[in-house]
């Protein structure tokens, strides 16, 4: 036990060596991303590609990228395009690694920047929905100006990169009820983890009611009175991306909670020969202004002793 305690200094101390020595552009072996840069040297200085490519350099010298890599060693604009020296000599497309080349595949644009950034909240990229679906990190990122405060985006706003493909998703949040992410105060990935995540629906957390137990912890318990649904998935009644109902309902009670159920067993049987809207019939007490919810105010479960039928 003791010498654990002494090797994992020793260990730490032994990967930040490596980590700094680590030579100009390791990382991917550029010969198999793109034959033609085989034995290619790097040029390792940005100025050079200034000469030809003066607006990239530019605006790429904003990013995040552009300060920390001149202090890793250099490689800076080849730590992504791989080595250039082929490329200065003989400019073309094909001496040089291009992401906008259509005839490389998906997982070799992405190979490049998961040698860097396969970790953290990468590490369930292979296999994600968005993985399979061939999306790219270009599909959301643009590395090569900074158009967002930070994260790099395609566009200023990173819910506008969802929209790009999610449209419905959009149109959702313009509802009357909806959390705040039209306000700018959350975005998708409050939930999500676009890069795929230990749960359905690439969720940031292993459920979907671990991800809403994040901001809305009460709703966590421990109750005394489970309502079983809402234990087992928030989503049973709310759609988080907006809704025309209140408080994000899938639909408007008493139908929600009708939906499961059955009005026979109520105690009251005030529901006979009731209309619902417009019908001219006299409408039941429980389902006017907030239906059931007048009476089981405690949908969500309740502590109080006398509470199982979540009315305190
Ligand atoms: C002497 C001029 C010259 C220099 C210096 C130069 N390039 Fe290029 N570069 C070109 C030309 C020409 C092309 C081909 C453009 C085309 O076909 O549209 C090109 C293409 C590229 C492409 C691919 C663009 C695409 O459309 O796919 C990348 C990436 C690139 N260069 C990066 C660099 C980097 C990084 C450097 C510095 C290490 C650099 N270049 C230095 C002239 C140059
Ligand atoms: C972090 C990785 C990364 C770095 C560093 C980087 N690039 Fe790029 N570059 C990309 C990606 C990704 C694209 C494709 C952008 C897109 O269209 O989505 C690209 C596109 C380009 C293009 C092609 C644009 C076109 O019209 O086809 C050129 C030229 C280029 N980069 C030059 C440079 C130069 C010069 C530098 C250094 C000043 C540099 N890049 C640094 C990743 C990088
Ligand atoms: C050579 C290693 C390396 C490569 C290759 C690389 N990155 Fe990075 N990236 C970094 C480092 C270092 C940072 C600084 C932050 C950090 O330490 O995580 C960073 C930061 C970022 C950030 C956060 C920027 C911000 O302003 O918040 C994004 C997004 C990003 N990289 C995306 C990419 C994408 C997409 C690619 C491939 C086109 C890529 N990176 C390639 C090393 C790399
Ligand atoms: C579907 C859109 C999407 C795709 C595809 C995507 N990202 Fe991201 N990325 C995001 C969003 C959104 C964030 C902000 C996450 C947050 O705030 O928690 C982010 C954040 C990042 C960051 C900075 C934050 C951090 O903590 O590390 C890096 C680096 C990054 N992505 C790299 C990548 C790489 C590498 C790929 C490709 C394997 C990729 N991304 C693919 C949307 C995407
Ligand atoms: C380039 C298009 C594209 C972009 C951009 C994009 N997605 Fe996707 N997304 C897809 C595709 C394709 C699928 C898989 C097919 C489907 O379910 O529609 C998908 C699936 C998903 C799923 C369902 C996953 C599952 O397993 O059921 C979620 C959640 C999701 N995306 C969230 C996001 C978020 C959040 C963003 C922005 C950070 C984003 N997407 C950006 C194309 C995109
Ligand atoms: C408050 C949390 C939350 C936020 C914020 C959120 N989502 Fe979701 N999203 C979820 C949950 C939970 C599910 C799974 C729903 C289910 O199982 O019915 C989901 C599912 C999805 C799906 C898959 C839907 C399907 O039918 O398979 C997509 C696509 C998606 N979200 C995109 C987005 C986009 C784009 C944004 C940003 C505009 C966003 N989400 C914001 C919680 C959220
Ligand atoms: C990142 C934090 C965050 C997460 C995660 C989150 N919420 Fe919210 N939620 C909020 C905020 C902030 C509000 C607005 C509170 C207010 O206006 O008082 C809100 C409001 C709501 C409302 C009330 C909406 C209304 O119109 O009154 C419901 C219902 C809700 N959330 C359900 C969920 C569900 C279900 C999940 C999980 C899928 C979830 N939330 C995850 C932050 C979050
Ligand atoms: C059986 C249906 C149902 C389930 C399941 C459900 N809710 Fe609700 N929720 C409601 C109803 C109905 C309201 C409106 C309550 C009202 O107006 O008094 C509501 C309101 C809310 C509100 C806003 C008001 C408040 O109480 O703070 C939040 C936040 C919320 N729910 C979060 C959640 C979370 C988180 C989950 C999962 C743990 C969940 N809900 C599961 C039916 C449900
Ligand atoms: C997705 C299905 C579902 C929905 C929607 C639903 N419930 Fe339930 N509810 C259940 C289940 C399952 C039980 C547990 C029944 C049992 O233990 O016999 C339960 C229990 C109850 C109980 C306690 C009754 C008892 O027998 O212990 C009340 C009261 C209740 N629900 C009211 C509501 C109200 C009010 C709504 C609408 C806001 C609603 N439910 C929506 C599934 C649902
Ligand atoms: C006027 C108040 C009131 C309204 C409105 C109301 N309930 Fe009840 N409900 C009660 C009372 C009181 C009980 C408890 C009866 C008992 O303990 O014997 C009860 C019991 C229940 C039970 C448990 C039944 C059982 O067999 O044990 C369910 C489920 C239920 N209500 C669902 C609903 C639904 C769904 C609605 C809306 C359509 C609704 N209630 C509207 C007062 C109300």
């Known amino acids: 036990m003791k010498r654990g305690v002494v090797l994992l200094p020793l260990v730490v101390a032994l990967f930040f060596v490596l980590a700094r020595a680590l030579p100009a552009g390791s990382g991917p072996d550029w010969g198999v991303l793109n034959p033609a840069q085989k034995d290619a040297s790097f040029v390792g200085d940005r100025s050079v590609c200034a ?20 202090h890793r060693g250099g490689a800076d604009c080849e730590s992504c395009h791989g080595p250039a020296g082929k490329h200065v000599a003989e400019p073309s497309r094909e001496h040089i690694f291009s992401f906008k080349d259509r005839s490389v595949r998906p997982e070799k644009k992405n190979g490049v920047c998961l040698s860097c950034h396969e970790k953290g909240i990468r590490m369930h990229w292979k296999g994600s929905s968005h993985d399979v679906a061939n999306l790219t990190c270009n599909s959301c990122h643009y590395v090569m100006e900074k158009r967002s405060p930070r994260g790099l985006f395609v566009n200023e706003d990173s819910k506008k990169a969802c929209f790009q493909c999610h449209k419905e998703r959009r149109a959702q ?4 009820s909806h959390m705040p992410l039209r306000e700018g105060l959350m975005d998708c990935a409050a939930c999500h983890n676009p890069h795929g995540g230990p749960g359905p629906s690439l969720l940031k957390t292993a459920s979907v009611n671990e991800t809403c137990y994040q901001c809305h912890a009460e709703k966590r318990g421990p109750l005394l009175w489970e309502h079983p649904p809402a234990r087992e998935n928030c989503a049973n009644c709310h759609d988080p991306h ?24 109520h105690p009251s049987n005030i529901y006979e020969g009731s209309k619902i809207v417009g019908g001219g ?10 239906a059931c919810l007048n009476c089981h105010t405690q949908v969500h479960g309740s502590n109080h002793p006398s509470g199982p039928r979540f009315q305190r």
């Open 242 to 265: 907006g809704s025309n109902y209140e408080s994000l309902l899938k639909i408007r009670p008493p139908f929600l909670c009708q939906s499961c159920h059955s009005v026979q067993f």
């Open 51 to 70: 000469n030809c490519h003066p607006q990239y350099v530019e605006s790429y010298g904003e990013t995040l990228h552009a300060r920390v890599f001149p």
């Open 173 to 176: 949040l313009q509802r009357s």
């Open 281 to 290: 019939g006299s409408v039941a007490q429980q389902l006017v202004g907030k």
